[in-house]
């Protein structure tokens, strides 16, 4: 069971750890008084980070019915939209930072 769980939301699993790993970093930096390493670009990967980690679970936990590598293999618009949608997040937090 607990394997299972692993195999199939690797990605998920992935990004959670990256993005925890990244923000104890952070945390360490500002304790050490380094407040310089917090620029607009931590802010940035910051905010994509955890917007695509919400992409994927939204996509993985609440739409698990779908069987989405299928339709993507099968469907290249589909894919592109996907893609699409991890783009504009990734622009956005960039843009906005």
Do not use: R, W
Not at 1 to 18: C, D, N, R, S
Not at 45 to 57: D, F, P, W, Y
Not at 67 to 81: C, D, F, H, Q, R
Request: aromatic share 12%; net charge positive; hydrophobic share 60%.
């Amino acid at each position: 069971m607990k394997t299972q769980f692993v195999k199939k939301h690797t990605t998920l699993i992935v990004v959670v750890a990256g993005l925890l790993i990244y923000t104890v970093s952070a945390f360490f930096a500002l304790q050490n008084g380094d407040i310089k390493a917090f620029s607009g670009l931590f802010y940035a990967v910051s905010k994509a980070l955890v917007g695509c980690a919400v992409l994927k679970a939204v996509d993985e936990v609440m739409l698990y019915e779908v069987p989405t590598m299928k339709i993507l293999k099968e469907n290249a618009v589909g894919y592109s939209i996907y893609m699409l949608g991890y783009a504009i997040i990734v622009a956005l937090a960039f843009a906005i930072a």
